[in-house]
């Protein structure tokens, strides 16, 4: 499976942006997905997961409220909506495919597959 982030950039405090993460070589479905970060000398952080139908979501408490994973299995592509972004959001945002389709997990040890990054900057 090939994971391809888009979406990244340089915005505001306070404003937004949409993360997408599109797949290929593989069924879509097959797949639960997760997005991380990583920023500068720390560890890869969890963000968000969502399970192969999209009926189960996690997110971690950091961004929850602001941050909202979703996906269009028809698009094979993988979404992260991101609100009222802060200067500590600022990373690398990273997608991840699961084999374990209706697994959420938030350990980067349980994801086989990962895209190359996209960088994501919000300056105050």
């Known amino acids: 499976v090939q994971l391809v982030e888009s979406g990244g950039g340089l915005v505001q405090a306070g404003g937004s942006l949409r993360l997408s993460c599109a797949a290929s070589?593989?069924?879509?479905?097959?797949?639960?997905m997760g997005w991380f970060r990583q920023a500068p000398g720390k560890d890869r952080e969890f963000v968000a997961a969502i399970n192969w139908s999209g009926g189960r979501t996690w997110h971690a408490n950091s961004v929850k409220g602001r941050f909202t994973i979703s996906r269009d299995n028809a698009k094979n592509t993988v979404y992260l909506q991101m609100n009222s972004l802060k200067p500590e959001d600022t990373a690398v945002y990273y997608c991840?495919?699961?084999?374990?389709?209706?697994?959420?997990?938030?350990?980067?040890?349980?994801?086989?597959?990962w895209g190359q990054g996209t960088q994501v900057t919000a300056s105050s």
């Open positions: 991840a495919a699961d084999p374990d389709h209706n697994g959420i997990s938030y350990s980067p040890s349980m994801y086989d597959y």
């Open positions: 070589g593989g069924t879509f479905s097959n797949y639960a």
